[in-house]
């Protein structure tokens, strides 16, 4: 049998290939927080020559979208508190005050605490002032949220007073530190006693941890309550809520007039920075576990299998030079100076209130059709609280470690695989 001189120059192309891949990989290594993105000629065909374009870490390959990458929504979950909460129907005994803080990603279970402490000791509760880092960032609560809904959906759960009915009861007023996801024994022990003796306190609510997981044994009546105050109460201001929508409907809308998807990524650079990944725009610091830099992220989301024109939303506020690694994998990039509409942006992006930024970050990331956490987090595990209530599951975080055959099952949220997300256990 005669030898083919093509069959010869195949294979010899097909060596150099493989050998040029193994220099890449060697050289493009991020420690143990390596994403490397590798050739798949698992279909039996190589990639065409305009499948391959470069970055500065050198040749990537373009790939086929998995067909499962942009997963549809599931249904809506239910509640599944309504039969577990009685009706407040004794007269109030007290006041219970509290404070907003850190963002609206911890608002949420700021105000859960605050109607359980004021539920458990039959207590009126007082819309929260919100604070900002500076006295010049305070808000109100009514200016980012809807107070007539917030009201009236705990008409049947506990009083609300828009403010204290006199100074006398301010001047009684106590602090006091309760844990996130305070329990039933530390309210007894350490919150009742107190209360009964001034009848009013300010709680001062502190995080020993940041963990959204189901936990057993709880009180049933007050996990109910906690779910109620998670899922079930607070609404953004129906002008955040519209200009959210006009985002989103820029970031869905193609040149061409179709509808596309995108990406939503939790990638700020001041919380990157702050977290000690002083390479943010590179790779992460060799031993930081839970933050990844603009290229690390770049490189994941191309492992996975998404395009290189798939729009990418930063929760990033203007563009930062750090990007430029992950815009030079992916051509449409935006943060909230170029995506958010002119007429809006003195009021909610000039305003000096960054209260209105992360109110968008958090509705967008909300609303996505896939959300990718640069940042472990508070902002994170309550982003997927509010997928998982919408049906919108389809959240993939990078891995510290990760070998080079992972495929995109392996790296969706493991509060989404173990369904062990404090939602699942209020939302049926």
Not at 9 to 35: E, P
Not at 38 to 54: K, L, R
Not at 213 to 233: A, D, Q, T
Request: aromatic content about 10%; hydrophobic content about 35%; some cysteine.
């Amino acid at each position: 049998m005669g030898i083919d001189v093509r069959q010869i120059g195949g294979a010899i192309l097909t060596l150099s290939m493989f050998a040029m891949l193994g220099n890449m990989i060697r050289k493009d290594h991020f420690s143990d927080t390596t994403v490397t993105l590798e050739m798949n000629y698992s279909n039996g065909s190589t990639p065409s020559e305009d499948a391959v374009y470069t970055t500065s870490k050198g040749l990537l390959i373009k790939e086929q979208e998995p067909s499962n990458l942009w997963r549809a929504s599931e249904p809506a979950l239910n509640p599944c508190w309504d039969d577990k909460i009685t009706k407040s129907t004794e007269r109030s005994v007290g006041f219970v005050q509290f404070r907003f803080s850190n963002g609206p990603h911890y608002h949420v279970s700021q105000v859960a605490d605050a109607i359980v402490v004021a539920k458990y000791l039959g207590a009126t509760l007082v819309l929260p002032e919100i604070r900002g880092s500076s006295i010049d960032e305070n808000s109100k609560f009514e200016e980012i949220y809807d107070a007539d809904k917030f009201i009236y959906s705990l008409r049947d759960v506990v009083k609300v007073a828009r403010k204290l009915p006199n100074g006398r009861i301010a001047k009684r007023t106590v602090v006091i530190k309760i844990p996130h996801r305070v329990t039933e024994e530390y309210l007894a022990e350490k919150v009742e006693p107190l209360f009964r003796r001034t009848r009013s306190i300010m709680l001062s609510i502190f995080y020993p941890s940041i963990d959204m997981k189901i936990k057993e044994g709880s009180n049933p009546v007050l996990e109910s309550v906690r779910c109620f105050g998670m899922y079930g109460v607070l609404e953004f201001h129906p002008d955040i809520k519209r200009v959210g929508d006009k985002m989103l409907k820029k970031l869905h809308d193609a040149e061409d007039g179709s509808l596309r998807h995108f990406v939503a990524i939790d990638l700020r650079m001041d919380i990157l920075l702050e977290k000690g990944c002083e390479n943010a725009g590179d790779s992460i610091k060799p031993g930081t576990k839970k933050c990844f830099g603009a290229q690390d992220i770049g490189i994941f989301l191309r492992k996975v299998g998404f395009q290189t024109d798939t729009p990418l939303y930063l929760t990033q506020s203007t563009w930062h030079e750090n990007l430029n690694s992950l815009k030079d994998i992916f051509s449409i990039v935006y943060t909230k100076e170029n995506i958010m509409p002119s007429d809006e942006k003195e009021q909610f992006f000039s305003s000096g209130k960054t209260e209105f930024e992360r109110a968008l970050d958090l509705y967008i990331c909300s609303h996505s059709d896939v959300f990718v956490p640069a940042i472990s987090g508070m902002f994170y595990a309550n982003v997927v609280g509010q997928r998982i209530a919408a049906g919108r599951t389809q959240i993939l975080v990078p891995a510290t470690k990760q070998n080079s055959a992972s495929m995109l099952s392996d790296s969706v949220s493991r509060y989404i695989i173990d369904k062990n997300h404090l939602a699942y256990s209020c939302l049926c």
